[in-house]
Every structure is written in structure tokens, then in C-alpha cells.
């Protein structure tokens, strides 16, 4: 079993898949929309594509359950990730000249990029869930959730500093450096990890369980699991509709260079970092009002809809006076603290209805947020384009989205409001138990 230090190391892996993932989905996509005046449903096309081959992330699950060991899927799938993102670095470059075959560069590495991702980050899962005991399951889930942004952190402010003055060969060169640190550093952080692995799940082998089918009709009919489907669904399409045209928003509004707008994704992640380390410490004191992961989701969600007012306006004042940078960090600050709480309260549900259905409950809510996140993506650089090709203006377009963007927020908050009422009035039943060895197999959930 793995204690504080193997749970950091795998963190460490998480922490190198965010520092090549803000490259291949901040920096890029600005790139490919300011400096080469590209439509910005290109590279919104391109992101969600990295997300639609994420639906293999149970297949390649089952691979590494039957072949016993983490560690190669691990290394195998951040080797794949490093090498297309450079490969997504350089079809940037081609397109400048040849377009098309830029396009189909492009492609290739973002569908390479996607497999890459999806093999590492679910065998760390996987590695996480087989060897951390259960009780300090919860704490790993933010530890690496936590290193990843400092990860995404790390990458932006460094590439940030190195990529002015701009050219595309930098961008290559910056492209390249990261990849190869966060390749070798994975490297080093699973070395001699899985020294005494076993196959995992060798006891439950022979355990008759239910079909897909039968388990998910099983799942779905809980109406507190269909209505956290909607509300995350909802959350992480607001979530994921900034993400694509924050950057090129803060270069064609505020005139930022690609290194001013890479640095103000750091301050975003700052701030987002802070606020899962504020909601750990607040549950953590279990304080009356603001101790319960649910409290926080729903605080997140409504702060992070009023940031998004707030540089719906920016877009209209565009003003270089304008407190652009702080706005973004208590954006950041608001989804941090919605992310956690709605993880931590995804993890509390996770348990409820019994039959040791938790993977699938899971699997649901991830399956949402992954559709979620890349349908806002897709939508958010669709709307942009969309406003400024019926003759519309930068100006218009980014205040437009930004406040559909905030509206679907302010929805999110009511549905968790409203979820959080529904479990007040019928409280969860309690699994009573009639030994301590039936409490350790099951676990507790705090929220």
C-alpha cells in the first residue's frame, strides 16, 4: 500500500501531464488564432477531438488490469503525450505556410495526444485506487489534483517567460524543453513504484457481476445520481466555454503578447490552486457554514458566474486600465473551489445504493464532465466565430459568450442548491454495520 510518499510521486505524474496539457490547449490554440488569424473553431475542433478518443480511457483500464503492472502503461502513455504535443508544436509551424497539411499534422497529434493522456492518467487512477488504502483515498484525489495545477502553473508562467520574443521556432524549442522534463520526470517518479505489484483485482476474478447494461439502468434510476449528471454536465460546459478563448481574448481585446497571455493563464491556475487549498483547509475545520464540499460547489459556481459578468463587461470596456489580472485570478479562485467541492461531494455520492457500484457511478459523472468540457470548448470558439462572421466585433463576440458562459454558472449553482435541498429533506440512509472489519471494507465519505 502506498503512504504520502507514493501518493506524491504519482502526483508527480499528474504534475507533468498539466504542464504539457496547458501548451497543447492555451498556448496553441491562441497561436493558431491571433498570430495565424485561423478560425477559432479549428483548434476548438482540435481539443475536443483530444477529448472524443478519451472514450477508449476503459479500454486501455482493462489492458493494464490484465497485464498486473501500472508502470508501462504509465511510461508508455506520457511518451506518446510528450511526443505529439510536439508534433501539434510544429504542425503550428507548417500551417503558417501550407495550411492543410498543417491541419492533418494537427490531427494526427491531437488524436495521439488524447490516446497519450487517456492511457497515463488512467493507469495513475488505476495505480491510486489499488494501492492507496481507503481511508486516505479522498486526500490522494486532491494531492494530485493539486500537483496537476501546479504543474499547469509551473509550465505556463516558465514557457510564458521564454516564449517572447515570439517566432514559431521558439514555440517548438519551449514545446520540446517541456515535454522532455515532464517525459524524463515521469520517468523518475514510477521507477521501482509497482517493485512488489500484483495482478490487480486477482480475488474479485471470480465474482459473478452484473452486466454493463443491468448496472448502469441500475445507477441511472437514482435520482440524486441523474440529477448530479445534469448539474455536472452543466458546470463543465460553463467550465470548459472560457477555456479555449480566454487567451485569445486577453491578445485581441487587450493587445497582451502570446508570453503576457501564457503568464495570465498562470495567474487563472493560481488562483484556481488556492481555492482547492481554501476549501481542503475549510472542511477540514468542518466549519458550520462552509465546512461541506457541497457548500463550496455551489459558492464556486455563483463566483465564478459573477467573474464572468465581469469580463463580459471588460470585453466591452476594453480598457487597459481595467483590472483584467485580478478578474482572472478570482476566476480561477472560483472554479478551484467548485472543482473540489464538486469532487468531493462526486466522491460522498459515489458511495450511495450499495451493490459496489462506484466505478460506474463514477464512470457516469466523468463521462459527463468529459462531454461537457469539450462540448463548451467546441461551443465557446463556435460562438466567437459565429458573432464576428454575421458582423460582429472582436469586442461583441467575447461579450457575448462570456455572459451565456456566466448564465450557465448561475444555472449550475441552482441545480447543486436544489440538490443539496433534496438531500437535507431525505437524508442518505446510513449502511449500519455489525463489525469493525465491515467498517474498514466499506469505507467512509465525508463531506
Given at each position: 500500500m502506498f503512504g504520502l510518499v507514493g501518493i506524491i510521486r504519482l502526483g508527480l505524474v499528474q504534475m507533468s501531464l498539466g504542464a504539457i496539457v496547458?501548451?497543447?490547449t492555451s498556448t496553441l490554440n491562441?497561436?493558431?488564432?491571433v498570430e495565424l488569424a485561423l478560425p477559432a473553431m479549428l483548434p476548438g475542433s482540435l481539443v475536443g477531438l483530444h477529448y472524443a478518443v478519451q472514450i477508449l480511457r476503459p479500454r486501455f483500464g482493462h489492458g493494464s488490469d490484465v497485464g498486473g503492472r501500472r508502470t508501462p502503461w504509465i511510461v508508455g502513455g506520457m511518451g506518446l503525450f510528450a511526443l505529439a504535443a510536439i508534433l501539434a508544436a510544429v504542425s503550428v509551424g507548417v500551417m503558417e505556410t501550407q495550411l492543410w497539411a498543417g491541419v492533418a499534422l494537427a490531427v494526427l497529434a491531437f488524436f495521439g495526444i488524447g490516446v497519450g493522456v487517456g492511457i497515463a492518467g488512467t493507469a495513475v487512477l488505476a495505480l491510486l485506487a489499488a494501492k492507496v488504502p481507503e481511508h486516505r483515498k479522498g486526500a490522494a484525489a486532491s494531492i494530485v489534483w493539486i500537483m496537476m495545477i501546479m504543474g499547469i502553473v509551473i509550465s505556463a508562467g516558465t514557457a510564458g517567460s521564454f516564449l517572447d520574443p515570439f517566432s514559431i521556432g521558439r514555440l517548438i524549442v519551449v514545446t520540446s524543453a517541456v515535454s522532455a522534463s515532464a517525459f524524463v520526470l515521469t520517468c523518475l517518479a514510477v521507477w521501482g513504484i509497482e517493485k512488489n505489484a500484483v495482478v490487480v483485482g486477482e480475488r474479485e476474478a471470480t465474482a459473478v457481476k452484473p452486466g454493463f447494461r443491468e448496472a448502469f439502468a441500475g445507477v441511472w434510476q437514482d435520482p440524486k445520481a441523474r440529477a448530479f449528471t445534469v448539474f455536472v454536465f452543466i458546470s463543465m460546459l460553463a467550465y470548459g466555454t472560457q477555456d479555449l478563448i480566454l487567451e485569445p481574448f486577453a491578445g485581441k481585446v487587450f493587445g497582451l503578447s502570446p508570453g503576457e497571455?501564457?503568464?495570465?493563464?498562470?495567474?487563472?491556475?493560481?488562483?484556481?490552486?488556492l481555492g482547492m487549498?481554501?476549501?481542503?483547509?475549510?472542511?477540514?475545520?468542518?466549519?458550520p457554514w462552509l465546512g461541506t464540499t457541497r457548500s463550496w460547489t455551489v459558492l464556486g459556481c455563483l463566483g465564478s458566474g459573477v467573474m464572468l459578468v465581469g469580463l463580459s463587461l471588460a470585453a466591452f470596456v476594453g480598457d487597459a486600465s481595467w483590472p483584467l489580472r485580478p478578474m482572472?485570478?478570482?476566476?480561477?479562485?472560483?472554479?478551484?473551489?467548485?472543482?473540489?467541492?464538486?469532487?468531493?461531494?462526486m466522491m460522498s455520492l459515489a458511495s450511495d445504493g450499495g451493490g459496489s457500484r462506484e466505478g460506474i457511478r463514477m464512470g457516469l459523472w466523468g463521462g459527463a464532465q468529459a462531454v461537457g468540457s469539450a462540448l463548451g470548448q467546441f461551443l465557446g470558439t463556435v460562438g466567437v466565430d459565429t458573432v464576428r462572421f454575421t458582423g460582429g466585433n472582436d469586442v461583441t463576440a467575447f461579450g457575448l459568450v462570456f455572459s451565456a458562459e456566466a448564465t450557465l454558472f448561475i444555472i449550475a449553482a441552482f441545480l447543486a442548491a436544489r440538490l443539496m435541498r433534496s438531500e437535507h429533506a431525505a437524508p442518505r440512509a446510513k449502511t449500519i454495520v455489525s463489525s469493525p472489519a465491515a467498517v474498514g471494507a466499506t469505507g467512509g465519505s465525508a463531506s
Open positions: 496547458v501548451l497543447t491562441r497561436v493558431m488564432m497571455s501564457t503568464k495570465l493563464a498562470a495567474v487563472q491556475n493560481v488562483g484556481a490552486l487549498i481554501a476549501v481542503m483547509l475549510a472542511v477540514s475545520a468542518r466549519s482572472v485570478f478570482f476566476l480561477g479562485l472560483g472554479f478551484g473551489t467548485f472543482a473540489v467541492g464538486a469532487i468531493g461531494w
